[in-house]
């Protein structure tokens, strides 16, 4: 288990993380959200101590992650998939690490043929793509067996099988007992990895809750309704007591009934449904939602109010010519 408690981090007069408190249990997958310049990667890197809190603690099983003995057969982090030595192979980076950490080296082969990387792991890291560094990454965090297991932005520059294969591998993971705690922008992904989630904006917890109360919790669900009699339809909703909205495309939204109650009152009255779907929010529409007061850097489109383009912008703020100075 992960264990944070008022944790803060400041940078001068920037406070990056703002006394965070929150636990990543066992035996789920959470997932770690929160806009860009939330504070995610300072407080995984507090949790490893790469940074040092402000105050508060982190402690790992109930100790500081310093005072761990052979640290990755506790925890394995997957924090910059490029951290590895350039001039060593792949199979050479992973034998340095079990030598530094007391880990059998029966395990380097054991984990590269587990990430896939058993036909290149003699050559270069240097030379691998931002994938096959992601898969020598989370070899490195397995190699130690770890019962803990933290990854940042881990499906980045996987191909669609990778994704594939790490999300199964995270899900198992989990089944296992161990705790695992991902970091991810990908919401879809984290949509279909994560059981329990963090969300955190400005340094702040926004929210410590399941997956589906989440989404449950910060956005619209609604039942759509389509029929060829749609005024009679309209008639026996209102009579119901059924508030609709009229949608762009001419069908009904309806927020207070359950498709099974709106079924079975169209059949009682003998009106043909051409569709009757319920319509429940993706977790990037909740995650929108929930983190619309904390986002830091705002883009804009063109043409939207306080949008222009660099050379617009310099043009802009160029000091203009007086014309009374002609001639001068």
């Keep these: 288990m992960i264990e944070l408690e008022a944790l803060t981090k400041r940078f001068g007069a920037k406070t990056a993380v703002d006394s965070l408190s929150f ?12 806009p860009n310049g939330a504070g995610k990667s300072t407080t995984m890197r507090m949790m490893l101590d790469l940074d040092i809190p402000t105050s508060g603690t982190v402690r790992i ?33 992973l034998l340095c690490l079990a030598q530094s950490n007391r880990i059998p080296l ?17 050559k270069k890291s240097k030379g691998f793509s931002l994938g096959m560094s992601q898969r020598l990454g989370i070899a490195a965090a397995l190699l130690g067996d770890p019962q803990i297991l933290m990854f940042d932005e881990p499906v980045n520059g996987l191909d669609p099988e990778g994704i594939h294969w790490i999300r199964n591998l995270m899900k198992s993971l989990a089944a296992e007992g161990r705790t695992i705690f991902v970091s991810s922008h990908l919401m879809s992904e984290m949509a279909l990895t994560a059981d329990h989630l963090i969300v955190i904006g400005q340094g702040r917890l926004l929210a410590d809750t399941a997956m589906a109360d989440f989404i449950q919790q910060n956005s619209r669900s609604y039942v759509r309704l389509r029929s060829p009699e749609q005024e009679r339809l309209k008639d026996v909703l209102a009579g119901a007591g059924i508030a609709t909205v009229n949608s762009a495309n001419g069908t009904l939204e309806i927020d207070d009934a359950t498709a099974a109650q709106l079924g079975e009152l169209a059949a009682r009255h003998r009106i043909v449904l051409h569709e009757l779907s ?27 109010q306080g949008a222009s383009s660099p050379v617009a912008q310099a043009c802009a703020d160029r000091p203009r010519w007086d014309e009374s100075r002609k001639g001068a």
């Design 278 to 304: 319920p319509q429940r929010a993706s977790l990037e529409e909740a995650f929108m939602q929930m983190t619309a007061g904390a986002v830091e850097y705002h883009a804009h489109s063109p043409g939207e």
């Design 23 to 34: 636990r990543v249990r066992p035996g789920v997958v959470t997932g770690f959200l929160g």
């Design 106 to 122: 029966s395990r380097v082969p054991e984990v590269l043929d587990t990430v896939g990387l058993t036909a290149v792991a003699r």
């Design 61 to 93: 099983d109930g100790r500081h992650y310093r005072e761990l003995q052979e640290p990755m057969k506790y925890v394995g982090a997957l924090l910059d998939a490029k951290a590895m030595h350039g001039g060593r192979s792949a199979h050479n980076n």
